[in-house]
């Protein structure tokens, strides 16, 4: 019974990291990377497609990233969308690859994307004790149905903690290392 509470609070908890890693990876931190352009979506033919579904995107040197469309007739729509996207890049056609280039950040930028970064991992952290406190409320109920005693049921919540504690350490690794990404000049 705990085993099956303890699994799911913990596969939710992985998730959340997970989506963390996502937030952090759309945030430009000065230096290209192909995943920032992961969620852009373009209008082709009257449908949202994925970027990543209709081209190759490259990162030749720190500072471009190339987009290169499989179809050349949505060369067009690719820049439309980036520019749309509000990521602060100008694409630069030459008839069969976009080439963005990333501007350096400067330390008012870099210290506004700190505070995102900081802000996007308290989100995570909130997420992950609201799983806590799902699983702990879940063993309340089994506990005050009679399945358990109370004291299994503090000793799994110890084990709830301890996953919590966990989670919650590997989104400040998380946080530590995007925001030395970030501070890099």
Request: aromatic share 4%; glycine share 4%; charged share 35%.
């Amino acid at each position: 019974m705990f085993e099956e509470i303890q699994k799911d609070a913990a596969g939710r908890m992985a998730k959340a990291i997970e989506s963390l890693k996502g937030e952090f990876n759309a945030i430009r931190a000065g230096r290209a990377n192909p995943a920032l352009l992961d969620r852009l979506t373009v209008e082709y033919y009257g449908v949202s497609t994925p970027l990543k579904q209709m081209a190759n995107i490259s990162a030749p040197d720190p500072r471009t990233l190339v987009i290169q469309p499989w179809d050349k007739t949505a060369i067009q729509d690719i820049e439309k969308a980036v520019l749309k996207s509000g990521l602060g890049l100008t694409p630069n056609s030459d008839g069969v690859l976009i080439r963005l280039s990333i501007p350096q950040l400067t330390q008012e930028r870099r210290v506004e994307l700190v505070r995102l970064v900081r802000k996007k991992t308290e989100e995570a952290k909130v997420a992950i004790r609201n799983i806590r406190r799902d699983a702990n409320d879940l063993l309340k109920a089994l506990e005050k149905d009679g399945d358990i005693s109370e004291d299994e049921e503090r000793r799994y919540q110890e084990e709830v903690q301890k996953l919590t504690d966990q989670y919650t350490k590997q989104s400040d690794e998380q946080l530590s290392a995007k925001e030395a990404e970030i501070m890099e000049v």
